[in-house]
């Protein structure tokens, strides 16, 4: 490696190191050595503010201010209640079936929206419970990531995959939406024995939460039609915006724009309400990362890799799955997948089988954003709107529940790669 590699790999370890001890706060971290890569002549101004990922910044900003927007309404608070009634006020049920919700808006939405949307009432459901919020919380980063995996659209890593390969939104529904179901059973199954036991509610509360009445939980009915309108046109827009030709972030930013002037919101007073330091963290991060991917370090690992599958398909997509998982907990799924690409390109191009190949990718980048807090975008929204909630996620607390989760993931997502496609 050149010393710019060696330097860069040095600022990333000391940095993910800084973060997993969590004595710092973690959007300072990034902040600092993101610019520290710049400083240091490892990338060029240039290039550290085209890693900056706008689409992912402005897509999280539009989608806040909606979320604060519904929040103000008593909505969540509504979708708390009724999600509890539906459990029957059972703690463990009730985080399985937020899950279930999850999932599937995450597969038809993305997973970044998704959690936005979702970790108000989830922080809202386990106060009316009085239970920790953490169960809760892991299980919708973990359910989001699975849903994700199923669609074109649900996790970014797909749509690289999906532009790069050809591949369009029934190809990834066909292809992996089988797997995805048997992982998020097996992921219900280890949140089910994690927390079956800790999470108890004594009768009474149940009563008394399922005794609230519906309506008491919207505090303005006018803002809540119009947020809801508005929030449901830039649903559909996610869902249409291939075939219109606009990008997320550009609808989210619409949508975001349309409320504030349909209830006649002061914008400074809804903007205060985008999590800044998360979207800051994301901006250190890009920046990092560029650092290291600048500088061949990924992609060395990533040629590495293909030199020693020796032309075996088997082998080529089994490691696939397995590298793309640790790298991508690692450096986060964006980047990797994106360097990861080519690598796939030059396989099939020597006479290798492409499709085990990119769905191996795809399942690997996207599962693997399951290990660590920083694994995937979805992972940071909600730690930093956990830590916001006074609910903080530690990053050992999530690794340990993570690697279950993801070890499972892999050895069915193992065996159906090579039962479907390699046998």
Not at 24 to 29: A, C, K, S, V
Not at 281 to 290: A, C, K, S
Request: charged share 15%.
């Amino acid at each position: 490696m050149t010393l710019d590699a060696w330097i860069a790999a040095a600022i990333f370890i000391v940095a993910y190191v800084l973060i997993a001890l969590e004595r710092w706060d973690r959007t300072l971290i990034a902040l600092v050595a993101g610019l520290l890569v710049v400083l240091l002549g490892i990338i060029d101004q240039e290039e550290a503010f085209a890693a900056v990922d706008l689409g992912v910044l402005f897509l999280l900003a539009g989608m806040m201010v909606i979320a604060s927007v519904l929040a103000r309404t008593g909505f969540f608070e509504l979708v708390a209640i009724r999600s509890v009634r539906l459990s029957r006020g059972e703690p463990v049920r009730l985080m399985l079936i937020l899950a279930v919700v999850t999932a599937v808006l995450s597969a038809f939405l993305d997973n970044v929206t998704t959690v936005v949307l979702m970790t108000p009432v989830i922080l809202s459901v386990a106060r009316r419970l009085d239970v920790p919020a953490l169960p809760y919380l892991l299980a919708s980063i973990f359910a989001s990531n699975i849903g994700g995996t199923a669609t074109l659209i649900g996790d970014p890593p797909n749509i690289l995959i999906g532009s790069a390969a050809g591949l369009g939104f029934d190809d990834f529904l066909l292809n992996l939406t089988p797997v995805v179901v048997v992982v998020f059973l097996a992921f219900a199954g280890i949140m089910w024995l994690s927390f079956r036991h800790s999470l108890q509610v004594p009768d009474e509360r149940k009563e008394m939460v399922l005794e609230r009445a519906e309506g008491t939980a919207i505090k303005d009915r006018p803002l809540l039609v119009r947020s809801l309108i508005v929030a449901g046109a830039t649903i559909v827009g996610f869902l249409v915006h291939g075939a219109i030709g606009v990008e997320p972030a550009t609808i989210a930013l619409m949508g975001a724009a349309a409320l504030m002037l349909v209830a006649r919101l002061d914008p400074a007073e809804a903007l205060r309400e985008v999590e800044w330091s998360t979207l800051f963290f994301f901006v250190g991060l890009f920046i990092l990362v560029e650092g290291i991917v600048a500088t061949g370090i990924v992609s060395g690992l990533a040629d590495d890799l293909a030199a020693a599958t020796q032309g075996d398909v088997t082998v080529a997509a089994i490691a696939l799955l397995w590298f793309s998982a640790i790298a991508s907990a690692i450096v986060d799924n964006i980047p990797y997948t994106a360097t990861a690409i080519p690598v796939v390109e030059r396989l099939a191009a020597g006479g290798m089988e492409a499709r085990p190949l990119w769905w191996s990718l795809a399942l690997g980048a996207c599962l693997g954003g399951n290990l660590t807090i920083i694994g995937a975008s979805a992972n940071v929204v909600v730690a930093n709107l956990a830590d916001r909630a006074g609910q903080p996620i530690r990053f050992g607390i999530f690794l340990r529940y993570g690697a279950a989760v993801v070890a499972a993931s892999l050895v069915i997502s193992t065996v159906y790669v090579w039962a479907r496609y390699l046998a």
